[in-house]
């Protein structure tokens, strides 16, 4: 089994669709979460840390259950531009940097 | 403000060679990680150095190596290339102790082995 599981898409979705990403971690001992955004054949970039209480980032709402360990990214009124793969990503106690990542999901909004 | 650099931008070489790939660290930052992603994968943690020194290291075998210089800036090298190796290979850099261990990406390296 995967540390980190998301369902691989690709998602399909016309321009201001509400879209929901889910990932699931094995290791209870997670430490971090986070979201990156990754466009086609371009680096990883950060979208937003998850917070235990949820957080939010105009847009995007990331979610954390740390009992069913699973995290969730929503984006509201998708826009063109937020065609990417989004990956899941966490980090464990005395691990310090290693970031371990889902497969990503890949996200396609038309127009 | 420069962000994290890597070289060569596209490698490609044949069975059983060698190669080295390059790291520039954002301006700031002491620690340098290096990660693969394979084509429709995530990226994988190949190792990490902080103070010239390799401080974690994933599930990679020893044909995979590397080193941090006094300025922070970093090489991969990796021995008798197979197939596999083909990916795209990332250079992260982050400051110990920052907030979130937040890990800034380069533009990568994309290895092709022949």
């Known amino acids: 089994r995967k540390e980190v599981e998301q369902d691989p898409g690709p998602f399909n979705v016309p321009e201001g669709a509400t879209v929901a990403f889910n990932c699931t971690y094995s290791?209870?001992?997670?430490?971090?979460f986070f979201w990156y955004r990754q466009d086609c054949r371009k680096e990883p970039k950060l979208l937003m840390s998850?917070?235990?209480s949820g957080n939010e980032d105009g847009r995007f709402t990331a979610q954390l259950n740390r009992a069913s360990q699973y995290i969730s990214l929503l984006i509201r009124d998708s826009k063109l531009s937020d065609s990417a793969t989004y990956l899941c990503v966490v980090t464990y106690y005395n691990q310090g940097g290693k970031l371990i990542f889902g497969q990503g999901t890949e996200l396609s909004v038309k127009p | 403000d420069a962000g994290v650099t890597q070289s060569p931008t596209h490698l490609i070489k044949t069975r059983g060679q060698q190669v080295t790939l390059r790291c520039s660290p954002k301006?700031?930052?002491?620690?340098v990680s290096w990660y693969q992603q394979a084509l429709g994968q995530g990226p994988q943690f190949i190792f990490q150095?902080?103070?010239?020194?390799?401080?974690q290291r994933g599930n990679f075998p020893d044909r995979f190596s590397g080193h941090q210089f006094p300025n922070y800036s970093s090489e991969l090298n990796v021995n008798a290339l197979l197939l596999g190796d083909s990916a795209l290979y990332l250079c992260a850099s982050s400051l110990v102790g920052q907030q979130n261990n937040e890990q800034f990406f380069g533009p990568g390296t994309r290895l092709t082995v022949l």
């Open positions: 290791n209870s001992a997670s430490q971090s």
């Open positions: 150095y902080y103070e010239e020194e390799e401080r």
């Open positions: 301006s700031g930052h002491d620690t």
């Open positions: 998850v917070y235990s």
